[in-house]
């Protein structure tokens, strides 16, 4: 049974910087991508990028090349997304979503994970 | 980027009605455009992928249509637990792009 389970919520400041995990259990972890997506409340969904658990390849939005990187330890079955220079316009729910290319972008979410930029 | 335009933005319905939304994509996507459904407090699920392929778990009271540049979701009779937000995305080019929902409502 597969499951994407993620960190808890966090509260950083404008400036800072924020590392949200994603581990994967119940299937082979190297041999599928996961993307990054987030939801400011009441705003639509925004795909941030992915990363592939294998090859360690990843594709960033242009919207957050210069502050985003996404790696994975394989060892933990776990991706990362950290998001430098925080500001207010951070703070959004940030959901993981594992990428089956024979169905779609995210055949299996995380449970979330809430950011809260504020000072 | 794609500018994905879904409408209505909001939709007051009822259990049995009818329901279309549409998407919208600034280019052709060919069918590169799936659907999701998202209720409250959760991650959304896949619904349709393809444009028009009905994923595992969801009933065939649902159905995606359409290529290029216009897309249509229906939901042929609306049950109670079908109240949630729709979004469209399509993942034809980067940055993967969705659209801004349709929240449907009692």
């Known amino acids: 049974q597969v499951h994407l389970v993620q960190s808890g919520a966090e509260v950083k400041k404008p400036g800072a910087s924020v590392k949200v995990s994603c581990r994967a259990s119940?299937?082979?972890?190297?041999?599928?991508?996961i993307h990054w997506v987030r939801q400011a409340a009441g705003q639509r969904l925004e795909w941030v990028g992915w990363i592939n658990a294998g090859s360690d390849k990843v594709k960033y939005s242009e919207e957050f090349q210069d502050r985003v990187v996404m790696t994975r330890d394989t060892s933990a079955s776990t991706v990362y997304l950290e998001l430098s220079s925080l500001t207010s316009e951070d703070t959004a729910i940030y959901f993981c979503?594992?990428?089956?290319?024979?169905?779609?972008?995210?055949?299996?979410w995380g449970q979330g994970t809430l950011v809260t930029v504020s000072s | 980027a794609i500018q994905m335009t879904q409408s209505p933005s909001s939709l007051s319905t009822s259990v049995g009605d009818r329901v279309t939304i549409t998407c919208r994509a600034s280019q052709d996507i060919r069918k590169a455009l799936d659907w999701y459904q998202q209720k409250p407090g959760k991650a959304p699920k896949v619904l349709i992928s393809?444009?028009?392929t009905l994923q595992s778990g969801f009933p065939s009271r649902f159905s995606g249509s359409g290529s290029g540049t216009d897309f249509t979701l229906t939901i042929s009779s609306l049950h109670p637990e079908d109240f949630a937000t729709y979004y469209c995305l399509q993942d034809f080019n980067y940055p993967y792009t969705f659209g801004q929902g349709t929240k449907l409502e009692i």
């Open positions: 979503a594992r990428d089956n290319p024979l169905i779609a972008m995210g055949d299996y």
């Open positions: 119940g299937y082979t972890f190297t041999s599928y991508t």
């Open positions: 393809a444009a028009s």
